[in-house]
């Protein structure tokens, strides 16, 4: 188990225990990412690139003209522009003799391409928010981000050149024709490396992601361009801190998620089902067997839709099912789970008891040993509120820093499931390739 040097670190916005001492560096990981954040809400840009790590920048330069070159060739082609293969592959001075006078109308006043490559890094930047974030995204309320709210929640420095910013981000999306809106969000990750004494930030899937980026319109696009009605948002007040005796508590959040890593790697199900929260367990027994549920309609939707050509389709179903529901279906057995095991018999197993019975399924073949097998490291925890806080971690497989969130409930601190540690979708895959 990784030792873990223990510091007090009481900040406006959090409480945090993080590896190693405080650096006197001013200002710090959590103020650089706000200021940054404050720029990114005014839009100033100037302003924003300069809280950017310099190497970061070279990214959505690469990444945005290879995209612009790979289009503007299919422009002059008269083919619609997709942009084809990846764009970080694309030698952007290759390429400026064929379309270096090409007009990307994607960039205010339309330049060149060759006028766009010849910006720094720096200056692209510049151009490349004004593209993608600029004010008229504000018409479209799901492709906006400059606006949203987002709440730092607290940090762990990793390192003495890096950090780890855990913050709170406004969360949109569209469902049944309508706009969704989710405060205080979704957690996120921001990396901050420590150059020449100031705290430069990276990018992540929230800030700097340019997937979304389109350098040219769609030729003839059938349908009429609508966007929906943002729904009144009410912005939740930042939760109160932690009492020092929920902080000084042992055994800490960090010292939880540890055992339910080890209990994880060990395959000891029964160990792992003790340190998640119950109403977790509940939730995750109800959903699950509401999906368990769906599978024969699934399975006969999919056979309809090969018969029709159709090699996609897409299922919903209920977070939850009544007793009638269950009792219509209690005879169907689940590939991957014993046969004396059919859905009616899963369905009546305490959640706990479903959860182990879940994780022999999901977890005992071959093809999911990639996270079995994982080399998970605590980086250190931080306290959003007196009853949540978030551990923050790496492996050895995956770039990004993760988060398992822990609770406190009545039996003291348990972890909730996140996309690595009992993953819906786990099963799902180990079925596919048994």
Not at 19 to 37: D, H, I
Not at 266 to 280: C, F, I, N
Not at 327 to 356: W, Y
Not at 395 to 409: E, H, I, L, P
């Amino acid at each position: 188990m990784p030792l873990r040097a223990r510091w007090l670190l009481p900040l406006a916005l959090g409480c945090i225990i993080a590896q190693n001492s405080c650096m006197p560096t001013e200002p710090g990981p959590t103020q650089t990412l706000q200021r940054a954040f404050d720029a990114l809400a005014r839009r100033d840009w100037q302003a924003l690139a300069e809280f950017v790590d310099p190497k970061a920048l070279d990214s959505p330069r690469q990444e945005s003209l290879g995209l612009t070159i790979l289009m503007a060739e299919q422009v002059q082609a008269g083919e619609d522009p997709s942009g084809g293969y990846n764009p970080r592959e694309v030698v952007i001075a290759d390429d400026l003799a064929k379309v270096g006078g090409q007009r990307v109308p994607g960039f205010r006043n339309s330049p060149s391409v060759a006028e766009l490559a010849a910006l720094s890094s720096h200056d692209f930047f510049v151009r490349w928010c004004e593209a993608v974030d600029g004010s008229y995204t504000q018409l479209d309320p799901v492709s906006e981000r400059a606006g949203l709210y987002r709440r730092i929640v607290g940090s762990v420095t990793e390192d003495r050149g890096l950090a780890q910013v855990l913050y709170r981000r406004e969360v949109r999306g569209i469902d049944m024709g309508k706009l969704h809106v989710g405060l205080p969000g979704r957690l996120a990750v921001m990396p901050l490396t420590l150059i020449d004494k100031h705290w430069r930030l990276s990018f992540n899937d929230d800030f700097g992601w340019s997937v979304d980026f389109r350098p040219f319109p769609r030729r003839d696009f059938p349908f009429p361009v609508t966007h929906p009605a943002l729904p009144p948002r009410v912005v939740p007040p930042a939760p109160n801190p932690p009492s020092s005796q929920r902080v000084s508590a042992r055994p800490d959040p960090a010292s939880v998620v540890e055992a339910a890593f080890l209990a994880f790697d060990r395959a000891d199900w029964t160990a792992l089902a003790g340190t998640v929260d119950d109403d977790e367990l509940r939730t995750f027994h109800d959903r699950q067997i509401a999906y368990f549920a769906s599978w024969p309609a699934m399975k006969n939707a999919t056979a309809k839709a090969k018969l029709s050509g159709v090699g996609f389709v897409m299922f919903s179903y209920d977070d939850s099912l009544p007793a009638d529901a269950i009792r219509q279906v209690a005879d169907v057995t689940i590939p991957g789970f014993p046969s004396s095991l059919p859905i009616g018999k899963l369905a009546g197993l305490s959640a706990a008891g479903f959860f182990e019975t879940w994780c022999k399924a999901a977890y005992g073949r071959r093809i999911v040993g990639l996270k079995t097998n994982l080399q998970r490291r605590v980086l250190g925890q931080v306290f959003e509120s007196d009853t949540l806080a978030h551990v923050l971690y790496r492996t050895d497989r995956w770039y990004d820093v993760k988060v398992m969130s822990v609770r406190w409930s009545r039996d003291g601190l348990k972890i909730l499931f996140n996309d690595d540690i009992v993953w819906i979708g786990d099963l799902d895959l180990a079925l596919h390739f048994e």
